[in-house]
């Protein structure tokens, strides 16, 4: 199994959600499996699919606020490392379509990833998956996706003390799935020339054999400029349940 990989260059807030959408839909037609490193142009928030505009307030002074077409909390896009996968479902990286068991794939090649490339947390710790009862979950309470619990999460720990590193949301339908995550550099200790060597080793883990670079393709352009003219440019879909 080939992957592509796509280390974008900066891009607006509202083009890199209409680009992950125009990924989403193409998943599986050429390639099963495309991994994108996001840049952003400017500090920018990102909320989940199912959050209330007006439950947003930690993004502060930071605009715009474009909400995704996956769930979870609100990322402040600033510094971190914003990743994305669009795939086929079923497929060789996730032959299983199920929502848990796509989190658990998923959860579980990133924290490898993240432990081949990064140098292990700072001295808190290596990476690993936090484990434990989805029902124990504290979501709705918390706005902020690092203030959220998953079992999926991806964490440090120092005795006692757990620091959420990296957590990731869903989309799935019609055969695919998108991921888009989002890795506290400072957690998991990874540095900003880490991210290609971390998406290499990303699709290693779900068994690709070859990971190759390249751009998005002319139709992924086109598609990604209509998702922004229809859907993450409009306060329609952005600021829902002001």
């Keep these: 199994m080939d992957a592509r990989i796509i280390l974008d260059c900066p891009r607006s807030p509202v083009w890199n959600m209409g680009l992950d959408e125009a990924l989403f839909e193409g998943a599986g037609a050429a390639l099963p499996l495309t991994l994108r490193r996001m840049a952003w142009a400017e500090p920018a928030a990102t909320l989940g699919r199912f959050q209330s505009y007006t439950e947003f307030v930690v993004a502060g002074?930071?605009?715009?606020?474009i909400r995704r077409i996956t769930g979870g909390g609100a990322i402040l896009h600033a510094g971190?490392?914003?990743?994305?996968?669009?795939?086929?479902?079923?497929?060789?990286?996730?032959p299983e379509t199920g929502a848990r068991a796509l989190a658990l794939r998923v959860s579980e090649s990133l924290r490898a990833a993240l432990r081949a490339v990064a140098s292990?947390?700072?001295?808190?710790?290596?990476?690993?998956?936090?484990?434990?009862?989805?029902?124990?979950?504290a979501?709705?309470?918390h706005a902020d996706c690092f203030d959220r619990r998953s079992p999926f999460d991806l964490v440090v720990r120092a005795g006692s003390t757990e620091e959420k590193a990296a957590g990731f949301?869903?989309?799935?339908?019609?055969?695919?799935?998108?991921?888009?995550?989002?890795?506290?550099?400072?957690?998991?200790?990874?540095?900003?020339?880490?991210?290609g060597n971390l998406l290499d080793a990303w699709a290693r883990s779900l068994g690709a054999a070859a990971p190759f670079r390249?751009?998005?393709?002319?139709?992924?352009?086109k598609a990604a400029a209509l998702h922004v003219?229809?859907?993450?440019?409009?306060?329609?879909?952005?600021?829902?349940?002001?």
Excluded: K
């Design 61 to 65: 002074a930071l605009r715009p606020s």
């Design 80 to 94: 971190e490392c914003t990743l994305s996968m669009a795939a086929a479902a079923p497929s060789p990286a996730f």
């Design 120 to 137: 292990g947390g700072g001295g808190q710790g290596a990476v690993d998956v936090r484990g434990g009862n989805a029902r124990e979950r």
């Design 139 to 141: 979501v709705a309470a």
């Design 169 to 195: 949301a869903l989309h799935r339908g019609r055969g695919r799935v998108l991921v888009q995550a989002s890795i506290r550099r400072d957690r998991a200790a990874l540095a900003a020339g880490d991210d």
């Design 214 to 221: 390249a751009d998005p393709t002319l139709a992924e352009t």
């Design 229 to 242: 003219e229809r859907r993450y440019g409009r306060d329609d879909w952005n600021r829902r349940g002001e």
